[in-house]
């Protein structure tokens, strides 16, 4: 198994040196810590919202667009038979994004729309494989990046809309940007660089990094008003 996910780590263990396998090694664990990060930046969204039972500065459409993005991303992958250590983060993702959704669609009484959307996107996704054409796929690919940037968008406009960045969590929009950096090394230094993926893994991390400008600054103001009003 973890040939198959992480061949540069099976192969350090099974020969014990570094060297030999250094640059696969290297790439591994960059994919296992973008992993792990994935987990560790999406739960605290889940915890907060969870324990304020509010969705105030969070866009559902970003949410519904990014997780719709990353079921078709995982269908590329798989269609692909791409690395599974390269696109690993992406089932942990999709799990806390259907949590995530679970929460926003419940806050706001519509939890037959959560259902329906899951089917749909499953429904969807299946019915693609199953018809297995390459330029499909890779369209949908497109389409999948077009809704990650949509989704991105429909978050910043949102954020200067409701002036609610503040109220968004920084870990996990800075963790997306970490990850997609990460992964644009990964992607770009594998043994077989997929240009769809580099480009739109780019578009998207940029996109990230302003939400973070955004938060950054939102916390900033929110902290200078609330000096002002002690005052």
């Known amino acids: 198994m973890m040939e198959t996910v992480y061949p540069g780590l099976a192969c350090a263990l099974q020969k014990l040196s570094f060297f ?4 696969q090694f290297t790439l591994d664990a960059v994919n296992l810590f973008v992993f792990f990060v994935t987990v560790s930046t999406k739960m605290p969204q889940v915890i907060s919202i969870a324990t304020s039972w509010t969705s105030q500065g969070v866009s559902l459409t970003a949410f519904t667009m990014e997780t719709f993005g990353i079921s078709i991303l995982l ?7 791409t690395q599974l250590g390269l696109y690993a983060e992406s089932f942990a993702s999709i799990a806390m994004n259907i949590v995530l959704l679970f929460l926003l669609f419940s806050i706001s009484q519509k939890r037959v729309m959560f259902a329906l959307y899951c089917t749909g996107v499953v429904a969807f996704n299946i019915a693609a494989y199953v018809i297995g054409n390459e330029n499909l796929i890779t369209t949908l690919q497109a389409g999948a990046s077009l809704l990650f940037y949509a989704g991105s968008i429909a978050q910043i406009r949102e954020n200067i809309k409701e002036g609610t960045a503040h109220l968004l969590s920084l870990s996990l929009f800075g963790g997306y940007a970490v990850m997609g950096t990460l992964r644009e090394i990964t992607f770009v230094f594998t043994d077989k660089p997929d240009m769809v993926l580099i480009i739109a893994n780019a578009i998207g991390t940029t996109l990230c990094f302003i939400v973070v400008g ?3 600054a939102g916390k900033m103001k929110h902290a200078r008003n609330a000096k002002k009003k002690e005052a």
């Open 75 to 81: 269908l590329y992958n798989i269609y692909n038979g």
């Open 214 to 216: 955004q938060i950054i």
């Open 20 to 23: 030999e396998c250094s640059t």
